[in-house]
C-alpha cells in the first residue's frame, strides 16, 4: 500500500506460490476487499480463487492482476494453442 493511503489491514491471505494475495480492511472507514491474482496461462479451471471470495462477497472487492486471457489463440500464443473453453466468469 501506498504511503498516505487510509487504509487498515484488518486480514491478509497469500500463497506460497505468488498466485495471489487477499487484504481485507478498511479504506476511509469503509470495509474493502482487494485481491491480486495472478493466474496461470492454462485453462485451469481449479485455480479461480473463490473459496477466497465466496466469505467477502458483502463487501466491495476489488480484483486486479494478470488474468492470463487472449483473445485469439493463433495470435497471441506461441506457439499456437486453442483454448476450448472461455476462462473469463461473468
Known amino acids: 500500500m ?4 487510509p487504509f487498515q489491514l484488518i486480514y491478509q491471505e497469500a500463497d506460497l506460490e505468488g498466485h495471489y494475495i487477499l487484504l481485507q480492511g478498511h479504506l476511509n472507514g469503509e ?3 482487494l485481491l491480486n491474482t495472478y493466474e496461470p496461462n492454462t485453462d485451469d479451471a481449479q485455480f479461480y480463487p473463490r473459496d477466497l471470495v465466496n466469505p467477502v462477497l458483502d463487501q466491495p472487492i476489488v480484483w ?3 488474468f492470463n486471457c487472449i483473445e485469439d489463440g493463433t495470435l497471441d500464443r506461441h506457439p499456437p494453442k486453442m483454448n476450448t ?6
Not at 501506498?2 to 493511503?5: F, H, L, T
Not at 473453453?85 to 461473468?90: A, D, E, T, V
Open 2 to 5: 501506498a504511503p498516505g493511503v
Open 85 to 90: 473453453k472461455p476462462r473469463m466468469i461473468h
Open 31 to 33: 470495509n474493502i476487499v
Open 64 to 66: 486486479a492482476g494478470d
